[in-house]
């Protein structure tokens, strides 16, 4: 029997990444996250639209950042690091220490003085990051690790890292695949906007095209490959209010929001990220804490699918441009739900009702039972 399991974005999407065959892939054989029609929710709001999630939660460490991480730490073992650096508002931070961990070397974490939900800073600490929490914010961090790492022996694997978005970039080729062609429109988070641009990427490779997106090529797409798709789709990029230099048009200087891992305000690839918006024909929406934490909530209650307040901004925005007639009818549209709800059980316990305790009896367990039924 032949031994074919799956083993992770490198090995499946090798042509398309800079990797050779000598490249020792670091992987924990992330990506081929499922792809989940909803099928409740639009039936319950009246949504003429196709909805699929792309449930980036089901990585190895819970979110999306596994995708860029085994290419960033494939290339820094490739290279001879020791150890790498990151800022991060809680998911950065628990994939660098994985893949640290699986490859065997060290990896230091700059996180805010509170502000990271409980399970990201679990997994930091768990897979042995030296954890160095900092009296400031992400955007605070973001300068930091870049400082340290032009002068110390370390390598940077924030989404300033080319490779992060390599890796990345293989989300599109992944729903192109479950649909048989890019979707009509794309919507996710943007928080320091490199997964915005690694979308974007992703699908102007699918499609023969090249991008403006592009950090490592500089437009002259180096990873060509052979067509994958006919078109490309339109991306929507959700911030929260209090985090939104995109609706503003300037970076934001104390951002704040309940989806701490968007609560960025001086966002890394700001420019590849307003390329991805007017190239694709997209645009950037914002949403209100309490919108992200309603539709984390409907989301939950109404599909069976937990993910992170970050990602619910996604069906909040739905929600909002969808009656405001921005989707067409009859359209395919995919969300990246980003990161796992049980990153964040502080969150998601503080606005659902506390479990009802009686006493271990029958009756009055059956009374309760009654009432609900
Ligand atoms: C990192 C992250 C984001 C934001 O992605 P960017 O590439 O920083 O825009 C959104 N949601 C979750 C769960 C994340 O971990």
Redesign the pocket.
Known sequence: MSNSHYTGLINKYRERLPVSDSTRVISLNEGNTPMIELKNLPAQLGWKQQIFCKF??LNPTG???DRGMTMAVTKAVEAGAKAIICAS????SAAAAAYAARAGIKSFVLIPDGKIALGKLSQAMMHGATVIQIRGNFDDGMRLVQELSSSMPLNLVN?INPYRLQG?KTISFEVIEALGDAPDYHV???????????HWIGYSEAAGKPCGSCNLCDGTCAYPGSKLSTKRPKLV?YQASGAAPFLRESMVDQPETV?T??R?GH?V?WDL?WAAQKESGGWFEECSDDEILSAQKLLAKCEGIF??P??AITIAGLCKDIAEGRFKENSKIVCTL??HGL?DPDTAIAQSDAPVLVNAERDEIGAIISQHL
């Open positions: 980036e939660g979110s999306f950042k508002t809680g998911n950065t989404s990345q996710m988070p943007v928080g320091n906007a490199g997964n915005i641009s690694a990029g989806a891992a968007i960025i966002p690839s990220a993910c992170e970050a990602s980003t990161g990153k």
